[in-house]
């Protein structure tokens, strides 16, 4: 008999949706019903055992208030989030340094970002 392992996507998937759901106080029957699913499915993909179509996972970001980026946030060390007044942007560098960037009450377009790492004084 074969066993499906789940995708690290999948699953990284379904905890961003549960974490989002539970912070909203949705029941899964809730969220479920919203979606036209059963919440046996819903738990399917909370837990990453199954493949969530696109076009839920858009509703999900609707429904959760939240933009698709949301549940990819994390994955590959990228995280992007839109705060009510800034963007937070904060990935990790090739030399493994952590590096934020946020910006707040945007009123023009950032068109070049540039990391300059500081020079050892050593």
């Not at 995280?79 to 934020?100: Q, V």
């Given at each position: 008999?074969?066993?499906?392992?789940?995708?690290?996507?999948?699953?990284?998937?379904?905890?961003?949706?549960?974490?989002?759901?539970?912070?909203?106080?949705?029941?899964?029957?809730?969220?479920?019903?919203?979606?036209?699913?059963?919440?046996?499915?819903?738990?399917?993909?909370?837990?990453?055992?199954?493949?969530?179509?696109?076009?839920?996972?858009?509703?999900?970001?609707?429904?959760?208030?939240?933009?698709?980026?949301?549940?990819?946030?994390?994955?590959?060390?990228?995280?992007?989030?839109?705060?009510?007044?800034?963007?937070?942007?904060?990935?990790?560098?090739?030399?493994?340094?952590?590096?934020?960037?946020?910006?707040?009450?945007?009123?023009?377009?950032?068109?070049?970002?540039?990391?300059?790492?500081e020079e050892?004084?050593?």
């Open positions: 008999m074969f066993v499906k392992t789940p995708h690290y996507i999948d699953i990284h998937i379904g905890k961003k949706i549960k974490e989002r759901r539970e912070a909203l106080n949705f029941k899964q029957k809730q969220l479920a019903e919203r979606l036209n699913i059963t919440s046996q499915q819903l738990s399917k993909y909370e837990l990453g055992l199954d493949r969530m179509p696109v076009s839920h996972l858009y509703s999900l970001a609707k429904i959760l208030a939240v933009t698709p980026n949301f549940f990819f946030d994390g994955i590959e060390g990228v995280s992007l989030a839109l705060e009510e007044d800034s963007i937070r942007l904060s990935w990790e560098s090739l030399k493994g340094e952590r590096i934020e960037l946020v910006m707040g009450q945007l009123q023009g377009t950032v068109l070049d970002i540039k990391v300059i790492p050892n004084n050593g």
